[in-house]
């Protein structure tokens, strides 16, 4: 079973720039998560998406930051215009909507560095 | 509301030392309880997961066990190896609105010296 696939893996761009990161979840996996990861710090959650639909997104810094799931499939995550304090690793995860306990499957990350 | 407490590291041991990560948990409800690690460079990964008072979660040498009347749900291993190197985060999982949430406590990270 392939495993949550992220790209680019690392991006680096200048302040007001703005930057977008793709996520393709397991497939048959209906939740998809975004986090935000700090150097030293827990992953944040910024956006959850259930299919298609978004059922937490309280965390996502919405003047800058959008994201989609079109088809209930991948997403993408885009920062518009990027800020110095994006700098982060940013990470995708799902998981599937089964019984009992709702263990996450995280990609590698793409790490973004904002000069 | 529902939070997660991890021991502040860094946590350094001698190859083949006893390890504890110390995590408490706040929920209302029943949540899951997880593990995950990650290692230089990687995203997270399921180390092991509770999924009821008393459970006890196992993989690689690791054991956690669900705790309910500490809240509690710290991590052990009897014997670490430098490859255990890494950071390691305690999550609970609970439901709202009809939808699983996670909380993921801060990372405490782990070095071993051969």
């Known amino acids: 079973e392939a495993g949550v696939a992220q790209s680019p893996r690392y991006k680096i761009i200048e302040k007001r720039q703005s930057v977008a990161f793709w996520c393709n979840p397991i497939?048959?996996?209906?939740?998809l998560y975004w986090y935000q990861q700090i150097l030293g710090q827990g992953p944040k959650l910024l956006i959850q998406f259930q299919n298609n639909g978004v059922v937490d997104d309280s965390q996502l810094p919405k003047d800058r930051f959008s994201a989609e799931r079109l088809k209930g499939v991948d997403s993408t995550l885009k920062i518009q215009p990027a800020k110095l304090e994006d700098s982060a690793v940013y990470l995708c995860?799902?998981?599937?909507?089964?019984?009992?306990?709702?263990?996450?499957?995280f990609g590698p990350g793409t790490r973004l560095t904002v000069t | 509301g529902n939070s997660v407490t991890q021991m502040e590291g860094p946590v350094t041991l001698s190859e083949e030392a006893f390890l504890t990560i110390n995590c408490t948990y706040t929920a209302t409800g029943y949540p899951s309880l997880f593990w995950y690690v990650q290692y230089p460079g990687e995203g997270l990964q399921l180390l092991l997961k509770a999924t009821k008072a008393d459970d006890k979660g196992s993989n690689k040498g690791f054991e956690a066990t669900y705790r309910k009347e500490t809240t509690s749900f710290h991590l052990e291993k009897g014997s670490v190896q430098v490859s255990d190197s890494a950071v390691y985060f305690c999550?609970?999982?609970?439901?709202?609105?009809?939808?699983?949430?996670?909380?993921f406590g801060t990372g405490t990270k782990l070095q071993v010296i051969p």
């Open positions: 497939s048959g996996h209906a939740t």
């Open positions: 995860a799902s998981s599937d909507r089964g019984i009992g306990s709702y263990e996450q499957y």
């Open positions: 999550a609970l999982t609970f439901s709202s609105g009809g939808y699983q949430k996670v909380t």
